[in-house]
């Protein structure tokens, strides 16, 4: 993706696909599929998560450098 943008923003035009794109009324139908489902976490699995995600802030506390992971984040990633 970012070497897209940087070719068209260099050179004014975008590059030939190497594929067809997907039609967009079926590109439509799948996002409101998607938007239809609501994903469950288990109860047995949030213990879990919520520890490894405690530990990932900690551990973010000592590293200067790490990259933060909200709690959006980390329900993007599931």
């Given at each position: ?7 068209v923003h260099m050179h004014c035009y975008q590059p030939q696909a190497h594929f067809d794109p997907m ?56």
């Open positions: 993706l970012a070497d897209h943008i940087i070719q039609p967009m009324n079926l590109l439509r139908c799948c996002a409101f599929y998607c938007r239809t489902i609501q994903p469950i976490i288990p109860e047995d699995l949030t213990d879990c998560l919520v520890s490894a995600y405690v530990e990932i802030r900690k551990e973010a506390r000592n590293i200067p450098d790490i990259t933060f992971t909200s709690a959006r984040n980390l329900l993007g990633i599931l």
